[in-house]
């Protein structure tokens, strides 16, 4: 197996796994917005205001915005690995 054969499965196998930590924080982030709108909801308006005035809201964007960045870069990785592992399979065949 030639090196550049094993580099391809090593990357897609990384994107692989950058794209389920993206979907585990957004399944987190998912569940600690709806914990937030129930507690906004317990305690009216107030409830609202004091979750903004924590920046939850701001905090929630950012984590949200960090875990699409794992699943765009987890499938470029693939995207990558596969090339690379194109390229080595059409190298393969070239030489021989």
Known sequence: MSTKK?????????????????????????VAEQQAQALGGLFG?????L????????ALEAQKNKAYGFVVFGIAAIVGGV??????TEENT???
Request: hydrophobic fraction near 55%.
């Open 45 to 49: 308006g107030a409830g609202n205001d």
């Open 94 to 96: 070239k030489a021989a």
């Open 6 to 30: 094993t580099v391809g499965i090593v990357v897609a196998v990384i994107g692989v796994i950058l794209i389920a930590i993206g979907g585990f924080s957004l399944n987190d982030i998912v």
């Open 51 to 58: 979750l903004g005035g924590l920046g939850l809201d701001a």
């Open 83 to 88: 090339y690379m592992l194109k390229t080595a």
